[in-house]
């Protein structure tokens, strides 16, 4: 699922009931519950990668997060990028 930048907040349980298998954010990481997500898996695009790697460092994201590159190639770092890394084909 695809967060878009305006999203600054997750509130308790947001996510709890979604079958998706990751998160990607275009924007810089909002503020995370520590309820807020089912699932560990957060993605963020690379060009948000020194805002999510503050949080990490400074011990406010409390989940893993990795960043995702422009694994196709077409010069942005985008939901397509995490799909065609993790594709079965």
Same mark, same amino acid.
């Given at each position: ?10 509130? #308790?349980? *947001?996510?709890?009931? &979604?079958?998706?298998?990751?998160? +990607?954010?275009?924007? @810089? ?19 948000? #990668?020194? *805002?999510?790697?503050? &949080?990490?460092?400074?011990?406010? +994201?409390?989940?893993? @997060? ?24």
């Amino acid at each position: 699922m695809l967060v878009p930048k305006s999203v600054t907040t997750i509130c #308790a349980f *947001a996510f709890c009931a &979604q079958h998706s298998p990751a998160l +990607l954010f275009e924007g @810089a990481p909002p503020t995370i519950h520590e309820q807020g997500l089912g699932f560990p898996w957060l993605w963020y695009c690379d060009e948000m #990668a020194n *805002a999510w790697e503050r &949080q990490m460092v400074e011990g406010k +994201l409390n989940h893993p @997060a990795f960043k995702i590159g422009d694994n196709n190639k077409d010069g942005k770092a985008d939901w397509n990028d995490w799909l065609d890394e993790h594709s079965n084909n």
